[in-house]
């Protein structure tokens, strides 16, 4: 499985605002998911937004959902799949109140024509886990090599944009690669269409490659550039649920805590809770896979937390690529004070 990632193209911004507006008019059957059964009848009914099918980086949600942690705060929890990655969209539009976005994607939501009004709660995962791959017969191994090659990607502006920034700096000409879009196909599915290098998460992707003993060849891109050390993914709410009802917030963000704590120290039993909601997903790569994550969860010493550096280096980098119509005000993108 390739977990594909929404980047709010020029087209789809312009529809952001037009789909915000009309949002009371699109059917419920956009969504699927499962819900919690309520702790009481008290209990306040929470939608959180995945971006995607569920997977490991969702693996604290589920931790804490199957541990009781929501029921506890007086959450009933119900956890959707878009049928798009839209989770912005949503969230603004009060369909959830909580979504897994990235911040390159909020970055977009944030800068438009009509900005958003939403804002990154906390960090799944501290540190960037994606990088380029390619199979050891394609000899890449740096950027440079790219020159002369394809790459397959899903067609957004930032791929193009990030793959030209890191060729840059190597003294290599974004111009000899050719750019094709092959959706979210399987990853190895996409180097017998003449795909020479891809972009994966390593925690997937690569992880699946261990298992399966398929060597590839991976560039971190925290090893090409600095710029590219963004939270991917993370979790954001509405600002006017922020002032309406921070107590909410709060007990969200304390049981989600819990939860990719409790996966961190117990890979295996986590991975075993989030099978019950996704068992498509094969035993050994869900347990692999959250035993490579876990560090991330707390590389800062504290789940969740972000750091405004990494807002304003990101976002300075987007806009120099070309890829914002303004600068971010970084002090407004994201918060950590409801974090436990």
Same mark, same amino acid.
Do not use: C
């Given at each position: 499985?390739?977990?594909?990632?929404?980047?709010?193209?020029? #087209?789809?911004?312009?529809? %952001?605002?037009?789909?915000?507006?009309?949002?009371? /008019?699109? &059917?419920?059957? $956009?969504? *699927? =998911?499962?819900?919690?059964?309520?702790?009481?009848?008290?209990?306040?009914?929470?939608?959180?937004?995945?971006?995607?099918?569920?997977?490991?980086?969702?693996?604290?949600?589920?931790?804490?959902?199957?541990?009781?942690?929501?029921? #506890?705060?007086?959450?009933? %929890?119900?956890?959707?799949?878009?049928?798009?990655? /839209?989770? &912005?969209?949503? $969230?603004? *539009? =009060?369909?959830?109140?909580?979504?897994?976005?990235?911040?390159?994607?909020?970055?977009?939501?944030?800068?438009?024509?009509?900005?958003?009004?939403?804002?990154?709660?906390?960090?799944?995962?501290?540190?960037?886990?994606?990088?380029?791959?390619?199979?050891?017969?394609?000899?890449?191994?740096?950027?440079?090599?790219?020159?002369?090659?394809?790459?397959?990607?899903? =067609?957004?502006?930032?791929?193009?944009?990030?793959?030209?920034?890191?060729?840059?700096?190597?003294?290599?000409?974004?111009?000899?690669?050719?750019?094709?879009?092959?959706?979210?196909?399987?990853?190895?599915?996409?180097?017998?269409?003449?795909?020479?290098?891809?972009?994966?998460?390593?925690?997937?992707?690569?992880?699946?490659?261990?298992?399966?003993?398929?060597?590839?060849?991976?560039?971190?891109?925290?090893?090409?550039?600095?710029?590219?050390?963004?939270?991917?993914?993370?979790?954001?709410?509405?600002?006017?649920?922020?002032?309406?009802?921070?107590?909410?917030?709060?007990?969200?963000?304390?049981?989600?805590?819990?939860?990719?704590?409790?996966?961190?120290?117990?890979?295996?039993?986590?991975?075993?809770?989030?099978?019950?909601?996704?068992?498509?997903?094969?035993?050994?790569?869900?347990?692999?896979?959250?035993?490579?994550?876990?560090?991330?969860?707390?590389?800062?010493?504290?789940?969740?937390?972000?750091?405004?550096?990494?807002?304003?280096?990101?976002?300075?980098?987007?806009?120099?690529?070309?890829?914002?119509?303004?600068?971010?005000?970084?002090?407004?993108?994201?918060?950590?004070?409801?974090?436990?």
């Amino acid at each position: 499985m390739n977990l594909k990632r929404l980047f709010l193209t020029g #087209r789809s911004r312009l529809l %952001l605002a037009v789909l915000t507006l009309l949002w009371g /008019t699109l &059917p419920t059957a $956009v969504f *699927a =998911g499962g819900a919690a059964e309520p702790a009481h009848p008290a209990a306040e009914k929470v939608t959180l937004v995945l971006d995607w099918v569920p997977n490991t980086n969702h693996a604290g949600v589920y931790t804490a959902l199957e541990l009781g942690l929501y029921d #506890r705060e007086g959450i009933r %929890l119900t956890i959707v799949q878009p049928a798009e990655s /839209t989770s &912005p969209l949503l $969230v603004a *539009a =009060g369909r959830g109140e909580f979504g897994i976005s990235f911040q390159d994607e909020l970055t977009y939501a944030l800068t438009g024509g009509t900005p958003l009004p939403l804002r990154a709660v906390a960090a799944i995962l501290q540190h960037n886990t994606s990088g380029f791959a390619s199979l050891p017969d394609r000899h890449i191994r740096n950027p440079k090599d790219f020159e002369g090659r394809t790459y397959g990607g899903w =067609g957004s502006e930032f791929e193009d944009a990030l793959i030209r920034a890191v060729m840059k700096e190597a003294g290599a000409d974004f111009s000899k690669v050719k750019v094709v879009n092959i959706g979210a196909s399987d990853f190895f599915a996409g180097f017998d269409q003449g795909v020479d290098f891809r972009w994966i998460f390593y925690g997937w992707d690569g992880i699946r490659a261990e298992i399966e003993g398929k060597p590839i060849d991976y560039m971190p891109l925290l090893s090409l550039s600095e710029n590219l050390d963004y939270y991917t993914p993370i979790i954001i709410t509405s600002s006017r649920l922020l002032e309406e009802n921070p107590s909410l917030v709060r007990r969200f963000l304390k049981a989600t805590a819990e939860g990719y704590l409790f996966a961190a120290a117990n890979p295996e039993k986590a991975a075993s809770m989030l099978l019950k909601h996704a068992p498509e997903i094969p035993e050994a790569l869900a347990v692999k896979s959250i035993s490579y994550l876990a560090p991330y969860f707390t590389d800062e010493g504290r789940w969740g937390v972000m750091k405004e550096s990494v807002w304003k280096t990101f976002g300075a980098f987007m806009y120099r690529q070309g890829l914002l119509p303004g600068e971010l005000a970084a002090e407004k993108a994201f918060t950590n004070a409801y974090l436990p």
